[in-house]
């Protein structure tokens, strides 16, 4: 079950919110006054769909710079913020005009208004074609689009300045540097619209830009790119006949303006997700229901008008049939279009993350490079998938597997289980100051039987390797015994058996019975290094250190005394889990104990006890022997005893047993 901490405060500047709400209420108030101020006037201006289309631009992009100001100081945000209130201001001084006109106010303001409707908007809307595209592809743009860039600039510049200082064929504009006629208004009719026409012509070029972008870069790198692409040939389209053609019939007005607000359908949305990409957190359902709102309106209206229109044509006489079988079309393919839109819309903010076929595509992509485990690749490309700041799989008892990213103070936890075993729990987190919504939560929740599958696969390749590197730890430890005893031990006693061999031979002669004394002193020492041997083999490492059972392994060494006449007695009902290197080194000095006791102590009982504890591993052996003299010098095997556990930083005492009696060798492993 997915369990959540309160989200912490925001992270966007306080500031920055307020010049952003500050640029979206200017932006909506222009547009909402210059609707009221249409119900006053009850007339709408000459070119109805281009003020609908300053009113739509004024609208939409004051709640775009709203929402990007805040989060990025992206030049394109600046664009945006001179188009909302530029297309707001033109939307109400074409009001005002009409105002002006109905009420006979002074010719100069209303040429002001006339004029000022011309122009005001030039920036903001040549800016967002012919200067945005440019500008919103991540990465390093190659050098010659800083020409581009300059130019278009440039061109915004003269045609803005040349359309507010230029005389108005109609009205006076109290803003014109000179009168009609004069050098500088000469100059300003033969500029006349080419500045705008560079202006459409970079825009198609940025257009063809962005698609090369959109199919070189893949993934939610590319994302948005293609709607952006929709969105700007529209716009640059819709200025053709104005710019190009420059006389047109009311019919062709009327489509230019409507080819703008259809642009208005793509470019909001595509500019949020690209310029902020993985920073949409908190705003994307906004943007996704918004957008598919706004899409569906306009596709239903766009679809019910053409019908309608193409169905009154066919049936001349029935324009009501016409119309009603337009709303039944229309109303059949309102839901498959619906759903057909939100697929594209949910592709559009969320990426790949939208759909959980095309997150496991992805995720079975990201194979495993370098160093780098399954589960490693899947929680990364999760994290990717999804847009999340950071995501961990952790362990049942809370220790870190894998992770990627950096966990925000606000958090998901899934339980990770696989046929009903508890494995771990995947946490994640948004970028910080965000929240995780409720549909990435379900995403991560789908996703959490592909991440525990291939948690138990690392933790099932994590004891396989432990064991591995334990058999190996294992197996060098006891060829290191093995050849210290053969070099301290069986190597001296087999040389001197053979120096003591060829004595005899060169004695057998003249000093018979000196030979037979010699050689039954070596039958002795051969008989004895014999034992030695079987104590070695008693003392090498059992199979149960392999799997780490260190008590086991107690037992087995215990059991190999049986029947030499010495009870060795083990008690490892205290220990606790042990890692190799303390399991190797207790094995080794209780052995070494054990043997001393049989060959040295004469004892017929050893005490073997083992035990975690506060202080660490804890070590008893405890035989009924004679003791040490008092006289003894430490041979091999205590020394060896001794630097065992001075490797671990422990400590090792060699003492009398309870009462006087026996050996006890204590040794305290921290």
């Known amino acids: 079950m997915l369990q959540r901490r309160p989200p912490p405060p925001g992270s966007v500047s306080a500031s920055w919110r307020l010049v952003a709400m500050g640029t979206c209420g200017l932006a909506w108030a222009l547009a909402l006054a210059s609707l009221v101020l249409l119900g006053v006037n009850r007339d709408a201006p000459d070119s109805l769909a281009y003020w609908v289309m300053d009113v739509v631009s004024a609208l939409a992009y004051g709640l775009v710079v709203w929402l990007m100001l805040p989060r990025s100081r992206h030049p394109v945000a600046w664009i945006l913020v001179l188009v909302a209130v530029g297309c707001g201001l033109s939307a109400l001084v074409a009001q005002l005009a009409l105002l002006g006109l109905a009420h006979g106010a002074p010719p100069q303001l209303v040429g002001l208004l006339v004029t000022a409707g011309s122009w005001v908007w030039v920036p903001g809307t040549l800016g967002s074609m012919a200067v945005l595209p440019w500008l919103v592809v991540p990465g390093r743009r190659p050098p010659w689009t800083r020409v581009v860039l300059a130019v278009a600039v440039a061109a915004i510049v003269v045609a803005t300045l040349a359309t507010a200082l230029s005389q108005h064929p109609y009205v006076d504009n109290p803003l014109a540097i000179a009168e009609s006629g004069s050098a500088v208004q000469r100059v300003f009719h033969h500029i006349g619209a080419w500045p705008q026409r560079l202006c459409v012509v970079i825009g198609f070029a940025g257009a063809g830009w962005l698609l090369v972008q959109r199919r070189r870069l893949r993934g939610d790198a590319g994302r948005g790119l293609g709607w952006l692409v929709v969105g700007e040939l529209f716009m640059n389209a819709a200025f053709v006949p104005v710019v190009f053609l420059l006389a047109m019939g009311p019919l062709m007005v009327e489509v230019s303006g409507l080819a703008l607000v259809v642009a208005q359908l793509f470019l909001p949305a595509a500019l949020l997700v690209v310029v902020l990409g993985q920073q949409l957190w908190g705003v994307d359902v906004t943007v996704s229901r918004v957008t598919l709102w706004a899409l569906l309106t306009g596709a239903l209206v766009i679809g019910y008008s053409a019908l309608a229109w193409g169905l009154g044509h066919l049936l001349p006489g029935s324009r009501q049939v016409a119309g009603l079988l337009a709303v039944g079309l229309v109303t059949a393919l309102g839901q498959p279009l619906r759903h057909w839109l939100q697929a594209r819309v949910d592709s559009l903010v969320y990426g790949q993350g939208a759909d959980p076929v095309r997150l496991l595509r992805a995720l079975d992509r990201d194979e495993p490079t370098g160093r780098r485990t399954s589960l490693e690749s899947l929680v990364d490309a999760l994290r990717r998938g999804l847009r999340l700041g950071g995501v961990q799989v952790r362990s049942v008892d809370g220790h870190l597997v894998v992770g990627s990213g950096r966990l925000a103070p606000d958090v998901v936890a899934v339980p990770l289980q696989v046929e009903g075993r508890r494995l771990g729990e995947l946490v994640a987190s ?94 002795t020492e051969v008989e004895r290094r014999t034992d030695d041997v079987r104590l070695l083999a008693r003392a090498m490492l059992p199979a149960q250190l392999d799997d780490g059972d260190l008590g086991d392994a107690l037992a087995v060494l215990a059991a190999r005394f049986a029947g030499s006449g010495l009870d060795v007695r083990v008690d490892s009902e205290h220990l606790g889990r042990v890692d190799t290197r303390h399991q190797l080194a207790t094995y080794h000095v209780a052995a070494e104990a054990v043997v001393n006791a049989y060959r040295h102590a004469g004892c017929t009982r050893v005490d073997v006890s083992v035990a975690t504890t506060p202080d ?29 556990a001075s490797e671990l930083g422990g400590s090792l005492e060699v003492g009398a047993g309870p009462g006087g009696r026996g050996t006890v060798v204590r040794m305290v492993l921290p």
Request: charged share 30%.
């Open 616 to 644: 660490g591993v804890v070590l008893s052996v405890v035989d009924d022997g004679t003791g040490i003299p008092d006289q003894h010098r430490p041979g091999v095997g205590l020394r060896s005893m001794r630097e065992r």
């Open 430 to 523: 948004a970028p910080p100051g965000q929240r995780v919504d409720d549909r990435t939560s379900r995403q991560i929740e789908q996703m959490r039987g592909v991440i525990g599958v291939a948690l138990e696969l690392a933790q099932a390749n994590q004891r396989l390797e432990a064991a591995t590197d334990r058999l190996l730890e294992v197996r060098m430890e006891e060829r290191r015994m093995l050849r210290r005893d053969l070099h301290d031990g069986m190597g001296p006693a087999l040389a001197g058996v053979g120096l003591g061999l060829a004595a005899a031979q060169r004695r057998l002669r003249h000093d018979p019975d000196g030979t037979a004394e010699l050689l039954a002193e070596l039958a």
